[in-house]
């Protein structure tokens, strides 16, 4: 928390090394999604899942997201829209799988008031179970998805390294 642990792990000397030709900006990432970054993997591995295998939302009958320890204390709790159910929406893994398997992608038209209230997408959210593992001590990844749907039984992907990362730059097509 705070610039010095951002970009530089706590060293002081890290920040003057270089200073004036080392320009750290140029390999920060860029988010993908609207909404906390401990969640971006989860929404990765969702739409690969509903993308290759065109799952509508009525086809799922239960989701499970395995993420780290770290990320599930940011975005793993229930999710409980309350008063301000886009901020809510924004730091929940739950209603980004669930929304993100109902739309097919997760953009600002998915924290809109009238989809982040919504009781249908809320109960559906809340259906989402998240797990964590242990082993895991990513902080934005990696995360597993796990849908089971009617017609193609259990599908799962596993994100490991974010797109919009320096290591998974975006395509021009998905900056813009």
């Given at each position: 928390?705070?610039?010095?642990?951002?970009?530089?792990?706590?060293?002081?000397?890290?920040?003057?090394?270089?200073?004036?030709?080392?320009?750290?900006?140029?390999?920060?990432?860029?988010?993908?999604?609207?909404?906390?970054?401990?969640?971006?993997?989860?929404?990765?591995?969702?739409?690969?899942?509903?993308?290759?295998?065109?799952?509508?939302?009525?086809?799922?009958?239960?989701?499970?997201?395995?993420?780290?320890?770290?990320?599930?204390?940011?975005?793993?709790?229930?999710?409980?829209?309350?008063?301000?159910?886009?901020?809510?929406?924004?730091?929940?893994?739950?209603?980004?799988?669930?929304?993100?398997?109902?739309?097919?992608?997760?953009?600002?038209?998915?924290?809109?008031?009238?989809?982040?209230?919504?009781?249908?997408?809320?109960?559906?959210?809340?259906?989402?179970?998240?797990?964590?593992?242990?082993?895991?001590?990513?902080?934005?990844?990696?995360?597993?998805?796990?849908?089971?749907?009617?017609?193609?039984?259990?599908?799962?992907?596993?994100?490991?390294?974010?797109?919009?990362?320096?290591?998974?730059?975006?395509?021009?097509g998905e900056r813009r």
């Open positions: 928390y705070g610039w010095l642990q951002l970009y530089e792990a706590g060293s002081v000397d890290a920040v003057h090394d270089g200073l004036g030709e080392r320009f750290v900006f140029v390999a920060t990432g860029i988010k993908k999604y609207p909404c906390c970054l401990c969640s971006h993997a989860a929404i990765e591995a969702t739409l690969q899942i509903v993308g290759r295998h065109a799952i509508l939302p009525a086809d799922v009958q239960s989701s499970r997201v395995v993420i780290s320890p770290y990320m599930h204390r940011i975005v793993g709790a229930r999710y409980a829209p309350g008063d301000d159910a886009q901020v809510a929406a924004q730091f929940s893994i739950q209603y980004a799988v669930a929304s993100a398997t109902r739309y097919r992608r997760f953009t600002l038209a998915e924290l809109d008031p009238a989809l982040t209230g919504d009781p249908a997408l809320g109960a559906q959210a809340r259906a989402v179970d998240v797990g964590t593992d242990d082993t895991w001590p990513g902080q934005t990844a990696p995360a597993a998805v796990t849908i089971v749907t009617r017609d193609h039984g259990a599908l799962s992907a596993r994100i490991d390294t974010l797109p919009g990362s320096p290591e998974r730059p975006l395509t021009a």
